[in-house]
């Protein structure tokens, strides 16, 4: 079974001003999705008509001829033939409540974490406690560590309603957890690849090179003093030429600078090379030149982390902390290493997320103040890299390992058969339990039906026993005056809401007679409009065609 994707081109690409996880995410999730789900008609819902357009163009480069069904707010109840709709974020509580208007069990949602450190990301996994999600709907978990991170954060908020509101009953979605994947074809280089590779980075033949790839940020993403330290230990100790190949972006001229410092610093004899991460031929004499991979992050902002299983899928052995996602992908001591890390008990940080809340500091000084006090230990990585840099038959050993992992574990064609799966269970739950829902009077309380939530404000409401009149008693006239009114911006613009020319004439003519009351105006319209028409009465009180009686 597969699913309608809510598609906004800026979620599944990698264009765009800042390049952020995420987008590289959904960019190969778009690949490895419109590669490997099953043929049939492929569904998108969509803000505007231009992104259709734009998924349609990458459907058919990828080689899908199917027809795109594009559905838009409007036709919003159309999904219900879809089945599941995929999300490429965590906020599906949101889309919750617009499902509400056509029955919690029209069709299930489907979210995906990305970074859940962000303050939009913990208020949407919290709304998930209040939100009218099913346990039809999933939120995927791309770690282990992130869903217990999910977990802790709905827990709190469950624990404060119990406190306010003495709350009992709880109905929350699926919490799956399913690796990120990648396209492991991508990271396979021939040995012609590799000599022009490293003669771009300047190697020597005995000359080690050890890569990190990712955005060079050392408050957002992974503070590279442990990588300083730990490669100058190992340097130092073995006496090997070590290159370190940083292949990614710096913010601005002064976080370039940092690293500069702390490079020279802390590890004055491993020549660093910059790359630039955002450039394909960078990214290729990156992954084809290097010898042993490193990564060790430190940051809350990661949850998954997907550098270390493409170095494992380009065959290079691996040095990544023990953190988040990373621990799910990479065997310790088989694939790799993975090197301790330590941070504060709970209870010492409040000030850090208070300082977040109250916007004192910004996200990226939240995530920096926060991995500031986590420690990766520089002995154990030092030791991780003399053993690498020392023996050949290790490298390879490890680097085969962990290629193997990547086709079988990673690669789309596997993950997305696990999409597959849990969009195929929630379908069948939805059938199990959609059927047990009583229709909610109210499914959207913060977006109330207007003429209930504003009914202290006029002095009658129209009721089925209402008597109305033409106002000036001739049909002809009411048809003359009603054809003139709807020429006029003031009126024709709430035509959408309105009734048809067609309708208004059938109203006007059931009154030619005479004054009926309103629910008998109205009998002789199509059941699927009338609700319309009846509430159009008023539409033609307000112009004058008709009066009270």
Known sequence: ????????????????????????????????????????????????????????????????????????????????????????????????????????????????????????????????????????????????????????????????????????????????????????????????????ARKALGLKKNTLAVLFVGRLSFHAKAHPLAMYQALQRAQARTGKEVVLVECGWHANDHISRAYADAAALASPGVRVVTLDGRKAADRETAWAGADIFCSLSDNIQETFGITPIEAMAAGLPVVVSDWDGYRDTVRHEVDGFCIPTTMPAPGLGGDLALRHALEIDNYDMY????????????????????????????????????????????????????????????????????????????????????????????????KPDTLLALADGDAATALQRLAAYRQLAMVSFAQPVLPDAAEAQQVIEALASGPRAAADVVAGIAEARRGLVFRGLVWLLKLGVLRLV
Not at 191 to 196: E, G, I, T
Not at 420 to 448: F, I, V, Y
């Open 1 to 196: 079974m597969t699913a309608a994707l809510f598609y906004h081109p800026e979620a599944y690409t990698t264009g765009g001003p800042k390049l952020m996880g995420r987008n590289a995410a959904g960019e190969s999730f778009l690949r490895g999705f419109l590669a490997h789900s099953p043929p049939g008609e492929l569904w998108v819902q969509v803000a505007e008509a231009a992104h259709a357009r734009h998924f349609a163009e990458a459907a058919r480069a990828a080689g899908r001829a199917e027809p795109v069904r594009a559905v838009v707010n409007a036709q919003l109840g159309a999904l219900a033939q879809a089945g599941t709709v995929y999300h490429p974020g965590p906020g599906i509580g949101g889309h919750a409540w617009q499902r509400a208007a056509h029955g919690h069990g029209a069709w299930s949602l489907c979210g995906i974490t990305h970074t859940t450190s962000s303050a939009r990301a913990m208020d949407a996994i919290v709304e998930l406690v209040t939100a009218p999600v099913q346990p039809w709907d999933a939120l995927i978990c791309t770690s282990t560590a992130v869903r217990d991170n999910v977990q802790r954060l709905l827990q709190a908020q469950i624990d404060h309603l119990r406190e306010r509101l003495a709350i009992g009953r709880l109905v929350l979605p699926q919490f799956p957890v399913i690796p990120l994947g990648i396209h492991t074809a991508d990271f396979q280089f021939t040995a012609a690849q590799r000599s022009k």
């Open 367 to 462: 995530c920096g103040h926060t991995c500031s006090v986590v420690a990766v230990d520089v002995e154990a990585a030092a030791e991780a890299f003399m053993q690498l840099l020392r023996a050949p038959d290790l490298r390879q050993r490890m680097g085969s390992a962990g290629r193997q992992r990547a086709r079988e574990v990673y690669d789309w064609a596997v993950v997305m058969g696990q999409y597959q799966d849990l969009w195929t269970k929630l379908a069948g739950l939805r059938r199990e339990g959609a059927a047990q829902l009583a229709p909610s009077r109210r499914p959207w309380p913060a977006r109330m039906d207007p003429f209930e939530a504003f009914a202290a404000y006029p002095s009658r409401s129209l």
